[in-house]
């Protein structure tokens, strides 16, 4: 969209205390952190149990095209609210 309608989502996102992980192989550990395990991250990405647990032992840094989309998306969605 314009400058205008991406204003509030930048000001948002400048807004939170911590900043929200930038590779896959730091995000999988968040959202299994954040989600209480490997199942339900499973669940919402789409990938196997195996894959989740790859990453999060970094033995895979790179997700295809698709996947670092949902990743991605996943983790904004539940980054953390600045503190009072």
Avoid: C, N, W
Wanted: charged share 25%.
């Amino acid at each position: 969209m314009g400058l205008v309608a991406d204003g509030p989502d930048h000001v948002v996102q400048q807004a939170f205390t911590r900043p929200i992980p930038k590779s896959a192989g730091a995000q999988m550990p968040y959202l299994v952190k954040q989600l209480k395990g490997t199942r339900a991250v499973v669940e919402l990405l789409g990938v196997s149990q195996r894959t989740v647990e790859r990453y999060v032992k970094y033995q895979i840094r790179r997700p295809g095209p698709d996947l670092a989309g949902r990743l991605a998306d996943a983790v904004r969605a539940r980054r953390e609210p600045p503190d009072p």
